[in-house]
């Protein structure tokens, strides 16, 4: 057994029985959280186990006397950082599950080694060493009226320099980020005036039936009844139609059969003679950044008629 | 319990965050794996601090946040405009200067 001297032979904050029961039970969970995070197949459930992960973090910094850092790490990481990433996952597709085929052949048993080659030396290196009760910032804390002020001074006296790095750091991320997020538009901004003469020379000139009109529900998965009962597929929304069949529970049976027709093969529409393509205005496409060349469904896809 | 505990949890949770870098294939994910690494080290720095009685820990830790939140926002803007170019968020599919 190694034992490292400390600075102070007095320890001021034993480790008390509670932070022991707090750190074992916390402690499982960030490990099964952070497992959870490698493992999990949708990037969206490592997403909210990395919140587990990072809410776990922010309670061991409070244990260990760190309650500003306690405070950064819940809203800088689980408010900034991580609403930012679930912003790029629900942009980038929420649905695309990673495939599990390896590419690289004896690719997980190699990182199963490695892994193994790093942790079993360390943390028997780490175990074997007892710095005995730790000293604690209560005395530090006491002399410098906080642990904000401590920590503010530290950081504005003594690692200026750092401090000022870091600002240069944070303008450039954010220039950065500005350069690389940046498109240019491909197509004309279609304006309103646009869309009101589009609406007026079609063949639609009035809005489209809601959903759900005459039926028994008026959610968006309900397609609007006409007057003599039968189904109006211009109410329903062309990205839920689009779906697979069999997820719209709701959409009666033949409504399924004509969905699947493809568009122009509905009642309603072959009674007036249009199909959703013409004059579906872009509000979510430009703005997303699709390309000009993917075709009618990139336009089609709205949501807002 | 020994403090020293802190030190070894920040080891595993490295080494998970380690390895979900070299397996997974997502680019967010290992981006979220490199997260996790981050913050393991700052549970390390944290520990320290408490240990020898010193805020240089915090104030380390501190920078490490800083730095990881200016390197997500970049990162997530590269993955950004490599699946706009590739329709694709894998890292497997960002081999255009191969061969």
Redesign the interface.
């Known amino acids: 057994m190694i034992t490292v001297p ?3 032979a007095v320890p ?2 034993p ?1 008390g029985g509670g ?2 029961v707090a ?1 074992y039970v916390l ?1 499982t969970v ?2 099964l959280a ?2 959870g ?2 493992f999990s197949r949708k ?1 969206v459930y ?2 909210l186990m ?1 919140a587990v ?2 809410i776990s ?1 922010a309670v ?2 409070g244990i ?3 309650p ?2 306690m405070v ?2 819940i809203v ?2 689980t408010g ?2 991580l609403m ?2 679930l912003f ?2 629900m ?3 929420v649905g ?1 599950s ?2 599990l085929v390896e ?1 690289i052949r004896g ?2 048993l190699l ?2 080694v ?2 193994l080659c ?2 079993v030396p ?2 028997t290196g ?2 074997t ?3 005995g ?5 209560a ?2 804390v006491a002399a ?1 009226g906080g ?1 904000i002020p ?2 503010a001074g ?2 504005i006296y003594r ?1 200026v320099i ?1 401090f000022e790095a ?1 600002g240069a ?2 303008i ?3 220039l ?2 500005l350069v ?2 940046h ?1 240019v538009r491909t197509k004309k901004k279609r304006t309103q005036r646009h869309l009101s003469q589009e609406r007026i020379r079609g063949d639609h000139a009035t809005p489209l039936p809601g959903p759900g009109t005459y039926a028994r529900h008026n959610s968006i998965d309900m397609p609007a009844l006409l007057p003599d009962g039968s189904v109006s597929e211009l109410s329903l929304n062309p990205v839920l139609a689009a779906r697979v069949p069999e997820d719209q529970r709701s959409v009666p049976e033949d409504m399924r059969r004509v969905i699947g027709a493809g568009p122009g093969g509905g009642p309603d529409s072959a009674r007036s003679g249009e199909t959703r393509d013409k004059g579906g205005d872009d509000t979510g496409g430009s703005a997303a ?1 699709s ?1 000009n060349g993917n075709g009618e469904r990139e336009g089609e896809g709205s949501w807002t008629r | 319990m020994d403090p020293m505990n802190y030190i070894v949890l920040a080891a595993v949770l490295f080494t998970i965050g380690a390895v979900g870098v070299l397996v997974r294939r997502n680019a967010i994910i290992v981006f979220m794996c490199v997260e996790l690494m981050l913050n393991a080290c700052n549970l390390a720095f944290v520990a320290f601090a408490r240990m020898h009685g010193g805020i240089e820990g915090q104030v380390i830790a501190f920078f490490v946040m800083v730095v990881a939140a200016a390197e997500v926002v970049v990162g997530l803007a590269i993955i950004m405009q490599i699946f706009r170019t590739r329709r694709s968020a894998s890292v497997d599919d960002a081999s255009l200067l191969k061969n």
């Open positions: 400390l600075q102070t001021s904050a480790v932070e022991t750190f402690g960030v490990v952070a497992l995070v490698v990037a490592s997403a990395m992960v990072m973090l061991f910094y260990n006397e760190a500003f850092l950064v790490q800088v990481y900034a950082v930012l990433f790029v996952l942009l980038v597709g695309s990673d495939s590419t690719q997980r990182t199963a490695i892994a790093f942790l360390l943390a780490i175990t060493v007892t710095v009760e730790p000293v604690g910032l005395a530090g410098a642990n401590w920590i530290e950081v690692y750092a870091t750091l944070l450039t991320a954010v950065g980020a690389l997020a498109t950044g390309d």
